[in-house]
């Protein structure tokens, strides 16, 4: 069976089970990812993709349908052509919500390497569709995620750790080095984020004045309480300044060129870096809320694991000790389970037999209706100390033996073994159901990877175009493909500087008894006053996004469906009774707050973005508003 076939322009050399030679050290040092970093990066990703998926939920109604903010009819009048959505087809949160469950099963799927490939295509596919549900809610985080998952297509990481390597009859490439146009595009576009960021912040705020991190924790409606507590020390600020803007600049080309200065000082030059752009994406976390753009970050980011680390686990004197798997040879799903612990724990030097053909073994299953595990001190193990016994020698779950292995749990655990036991019948049915044994072609072929060759190539001449090496019509040629694909990137992360203008929105309405209320926060006081901690007053990112958003004159025209998502929601229940507490009126204000340069005093301006009545007097408008 061939293990990482790379039929390329490169030439690069098929690597067989056999035959993991390279004619090409030199670019697999540069652009390989060992197979099991690829599948901890899968797990990442799929954890971060399957969490924000979820979320997805508590929004559906107000974002997703057309009921909320953004309905159909008014989506494809104010985007592109060229953003289509399966999410389109019905408007209902119903359906929007039988998709994103799809979405979620989908990104399950992918966390567990189940069905990796179709898992890993249909994942992008929906990501993309419901970033194009509503643009307005949009945030880097989702583009570097449609991003991911478009490189990821190209890619064999469902070849270590997952459903699909622990069932397939043939087993996946021995070797763990692979190498392909999709390893090099994915590292390549990992790094565009912050080469090509770093180019597009050009304002005199990062370099030479080295304030912009001032400037970036001073926005309110951004900074944490940690961000907020460190403006009091400017001097470290324009150290940070100086160190996100220098590794942006000079890591990316390091990063990659590092493995050809050999093992003994490239591999630790490479790890030293990836540990100093997780660190700047742990600032990000703790300073600013940037909802899971720093979480899918640090997912990406974790491709430059190289093998060295692998390595130095499995060489661990407890992970190469010997241990015996004992299963019932008349239980299929024994044998499953025993084979998906085998894989998910990294045991491959776990022996795998039936208990019936070692007496032993088969004296113990028999007595105690139990699997059996034998430990390289020849001690036995069963039901939930089976388990734990496994985790000992486990180079990726090896710490959880000792918690694990607390008296406390021991009776619980014997009580799931002993549940699953009683049914195992079931969970056969269910297992040859959705695991069965199935051929997997774990790396992608020679036509994928022309594929990935050619748009390694446009997406560099994208990212190219945007600071204006490529003529900027190369970038409008292919505008309607990436739009497509909803990868179309541009990494102008707080550039050319961070954002000057702060400010807060106050929505002041009237109820028809004559009363004022604050329309954004029932039940709160109506203030004008900056609130306390102003990043952590907005529902979650979306919201903060989208209302952020609404302030700016480019999104003007989406005022209009706000004020008639605000009517709806706020007079749903009183309609036909308690008609004296409808909202009947409003205004959406905004008070900008302008930062100024260390030192100096803030100005505040209050301005009035949209006027809008619930109950107009016009028969043909269930709602009108006006611009002021």
């Known amino acids: 069976m061939q293990g990482s076939p790379i039929g390329s322009p490169f030439h690069f050399q098929t690597m067989t089970q056999d035959r993991p030679a390279l004619i090409h050290p030199r670019l697999h040092a540069v652009f390989g990812i060992d197979l099991r970093t690829l599948a901890l990066f899968r797990a990442s990703l799929g954890s971060v993709l399957l969490f924000e998926v979820l979320r997805h939920f508590g929004d559906l109604s107000a974002l997703y349908s057309d009921w909320g903010v953004m309905p159909r009819t008014w989506l494809v009048q104010a985007d592109t052509a060229w953003h289509l959505s399966l999410f389109l087809i019905n408007g ?3 359906v929007t919500g039988a998709l994103l469950a799809v979405q979620a099963l989908a990104a399950l799927a992918l966390l567990l390497g189940w069905r990796t490939r179709l898992a890993t ?8 569709w419901l970033c194009n549900r509503n643009p307005l809610v949009l945030i880097g985080g989702d583009l570097l995620m449609a991003c991911l998952l478009f490189w990821a297509c190209f890619l064999p990481w469902g070849a ?6 622990a069932l397939s009859p043939e087993p996946p490439p021995r070797d763990h080095r692979h190498l392909s146009w999709g390893s090099a595009g994915l590292l390549l576009q990992v790094m565009s984020v912050y080469f090509f960021s770093a180019f597009l912040k050009s304002g005199v705020e990062w370099v030479p004045d080295y304030t912009a991190v001032y400037y970036a924790l001073s926005l309110d409606r951004y900074a944490t309480p940690l961000g907020s507590w460190l403006l009091q020390f400017p001097e470290l600020l324009r150290l940070l300044t100086a160190f996100v803007w220098w590794l942006e600049l000079l890591g990316p080309p390091l990063i990659l060129l590092a493995p050809l200065l050999g093992p003994r000082l490239g591999s630790p030059l490479r790890a030293v870096l990836m540990l100093a752009f997780m660190g700047m994406h742990v600032g990000f976390l ?3 809320e940037l909802g899971h753009f720093p979480f899918v970050s640090l997912s990406s980011l974790s491709v430059f694991l190289g093998a060295w680390f692998w390595d130095w686990r499995t060489r661990q004197p407890r992970v190469q000790r010997p241990v015996a798997i004992y299963y019932d ?25 039936p208990a019936q053909q070692h007496p032993r073994a088969k004296g113990l299953l028999e007595a105690n209706w139990s699997w059996v595990v034998i430990d390289h001190e020849d001690r036995a193990w069963l039901k939930w ?10 180079p990726i779950f090896g710490w959880l033996q000792r918690p694990l292995s607390a008296p406390a749990l021991e009776a619980p655990g014997n009580l799931v073994y002993d549940f699953v036991g009683r049914h195992r019948g079931a969970f056969a049915a269910v297992t040859a159901a959705l695991l069965p044994e199935r051929q997997e072609g774990f790396v992608p072929g020679p036509r994928w990877q022309g594929v990935a060759a050619l748009f390694l190539v446009l997406v560099a001449c994208w990212n190219l175009a945007t600071i204006k090496l490529v003529p900027a019509g190369v970038q409008q040629q292919l505008t309607p493909l990436f739009q497509l694909l909803r990868i179309e990137q541009l990494w102008n992360m707080f550039a050319p500087f961070p954002l000057k203008d702060d400010g807060w929105m106050v929505v002041e309405g009237s109820l028809a008894n004559g009363d004022t209320v604050n329309v954004l926060q029932p039940g709160q006081p ?16 979306r919201w903060h996004t989208y209302l952020g958003r609404l302030s700016e004159k480019e999104f003007a025209a989406h005022r209009l469906w706000f004020g008639k998502y605000l009517c709806r929601s706020r007079n749903a229940d009183k309609l036909s009774e308690d008609r004296e507490h409808r909202l009947m009126r409003f205004n959406i204000n905004y008070v900008v707050e302008t930062t100024p340069p260390p030192g100096q005093p803030t100005h505040t301006e209050q301005r009035t973005l949209w006027s809008h009545e619930c109950f107009p007097l016009t028969a043909d408008s269930d709602d009108e508003a006006k611009a002021p």
């Open 385 to 394: 100390s089976a388990f734990v016994a496994l985790l000992r020698y486990s």
């Open 92 to 94: 209902t949160p119903l």
């Open 121 to 128: 295509v249909l994942s992008f596919f929906l990501w993309g």
């Open 286 to 288: 703790l300073c600013l």
């Open 329 to 353: 040879l008349d239980c299929g799903f024994c044998l499953k389970t025993t084979r998906l612990f085998q894989t998910f724990l990294g045991l491959q030097q776990a022996r795998i037999s």
């Open 526 to 541: 109506l203030s004008y006053g900056k609130p306390h901690q102003l990043s952590q007053t907005h529902r979650n990112i």
């Open 160 to 165: 270590r750790w997952s459903v699909d390597a």
